[in-house]
C-alpha cells in the first residue's frame, strides 16, 4: 500500500497504467509479398467493389464495456480486441484529457495513480469512477495500440476509428505519435485524392498496407492524418430516443443531408442505431429486425438509395429472436451490393 502511495506521489503511472513492452521492429514490417497474397485473398472477398460500396459493423461506444475497464454502465460487453476478432470494423471513442491529479491517487490508495494525457472517458476524467470514467485508466494510446496490433496481426482487415474529441489537436498527436506500427498503417483520404478520384478498391486499401482511417468531430487535426468526419461523411442523428421508438433517419448536420451529391465524389455514410440509454434489453430489442426493417424503410431512402457503410449499435452481439443480428444484417448488405 505505502509503495503505490509512493509510485503515484512520484508521479509513476502505477502497473494497470504502464506501456506494454516495446515489440520488436520487425513486427510491423509488412513484406510485399504478403501484401499481395492479403490483397488476393481481399479480392476473392470484395471483388472489384470501393471502399464507399462496402458495409462495416461498428460499435457505439466501444470503450466502455465490462473486459477492459470497471464501468459501472456500459455500452458493449466485450474488450476492443475481442470486438475486433468477432467482426466489428468500426470503433466509437471518446477522447479526453485527464490532468494527474495527486488527491485522487491518494484517496484511491494508489489504484488511480496516472500520468497527464488522453484518455477514454465518457465525460469528465475525474468526476465519477465508473459512470464518467472506469478504473483501470483506458489511455488513448493503449486503445490504439490494440487496434494496430489486430491490424498487423489481420492482414486482409479494415478498421475505421470515430472520435467524439475533446482534445486538443496537439495532445491528439503527442498520444497518436506513441502508437507503433501507426505510420504504416493510416490511410489518408486527402493524401490519396479521393475527391477527385473516388474512394479506393478493397483490394488497392489492403495491397498497400493502409487499412486504418480516424475520423474526428474536430475540423482541425488533418495534419495528424485525422479527417474531418463532417467534410468526408453523412450522418443519421445519433439516438433513437429513451424508448427506442424514434426509427426516422434524419442527418446529424442540418446542412449536410444524407442524399448530399457531390461531383466525383461519394461521402461514407456512417449509421447509428442507439437508444439515449444504452442497456442490453434495449439492444435486444433495437438489434435485430427493427434494425433490419430501419434500414430498408427509413435510412437507405434517405440516403438516397444507398446502403450505410457503418452501422453503428450498443450490445453488437445482442438481438431479438428474429434470427437477425447486427452482423448477419450487415453481412446481407455486402451480399447484395
Known amino acids: ?18 506501456a506494454p513492452p516495446l515489440a520488436p521492429a520487425h513486427a510491423f514490417a509488412v513484406a510485399s509479398d504478403a501484401n499481395s497474397t492479403a490483397a488476393a485473398a481481399a479480392r476473392a472477398r470484395w471483388g472489384d467493389r470501393r471502399l464507399d460500396e ?12 465490462y473486459e477492459d475497464s470497471r464501468w459501472s ?5 466485450e474488450s476492443l480486441r475481442h470486438q475486433l476478432d468477432n467482426g466489428v470494423r468500426g470503433l466509437s471513442l471518446d477522447t479526453h484529457w485527464y490532468e494527474r491529479s495527486t488527491w485522487l491517487c491518494v484517496i484511491s490508495f494508489g489504484s488511480d495513480c496516472y500520468p497527464s494525457d488522453v484518455y477514454l472517458c465518457h465525460g469528465d476524467c475525474k468526476t465519477f469512477a465508473g459512470a464518467t470514467y472506469a478504473l483501470p485508466r483506458q489511455s488513448f494510446q493503449g486503445s490504439m495500440q490494440t487496434v494496430v496490433d489486430f491490424l498487423v496481426a489481420n492482414p486482409q482487415e479494415v478498421v475505421t476509428i470515430f472520435l467524439e ?10 498520444s497518436l505519435g506513441r502508437v507503433r506500427g501507426l505510420d504504416q498503417l493510416l490511410f489518408r483520404p486527402d493524401a490519396w485524392n479521393v475527391r477527385q478520384q473516388g474512394w479506393p478498391r478493397m483490394t488497392d486499401l489492403v495491397g498497400s498496407g493502409k487499412r486504418l482511417m480516424i475520423f474526428s468531430d474536430a475540423p482541425d487535426r488533418e495534419q495528424l492524418g485525422v479527417m474531418y468526419d463532417k467534410a468526408w461523411t453523412v450522418s443519421n442523428f445519433w439516438s433513437l430516443g429513451d424508448l427506442g421508438n424514434d426509427v426516422s433517419c434524419v442527418s446529424r448536420w442540418s446542412d449536410v443531408p444524407l442524399d448530399r451529391q457531390e461531383p466525383g465524389f461519394r461521402r461514407l455514410f456512417t449509421m447509428s442505431h442507439h437508444r439515449n440509454v444504452p442497456t442490453a434489453i434495449n439492444a435486444a430489442l433495437d438489434n435485430g429486425s427493427k434494425l433490419r426493417d430501419r434500414i430498408d424503410r427509413q435510412c437507405r431512402p434517405a440516403a438516397g438509395g ?18 437477425h443480428t447486427p452482423a448477419s444484417i450487415v453481412a446481407e448488405l455486402n451480399a447484395r451490393n
Open 73 to 77: 454502465s456500459v455500452s458493449q460487453s
Open 306 to 323: 444507398r446502403d450505410p457503410n457503418f452501422v453503428s449499435v450498443d450490445f453488437h452481439r445482442v438481438s431479438d429472436s428474429s434470427g
Open 165 to 174: 474529441d475533446y482534445v486538443s489537436a496537439q495532445q491528439l498527436g503527442s
Open 54 to 65: 462496402v458495409s462495416f459493423l461498428g460499435t457505439h461506444n466501444a470503450f466502455t464495456n
Open 1 to 18: 500500500m505505502v509503495l503505490l502511495l509512493l509510485v503515484g506521489l512520484l508521479g509513476i503511472p502505477a502497473l494497470a497504467g504502464a
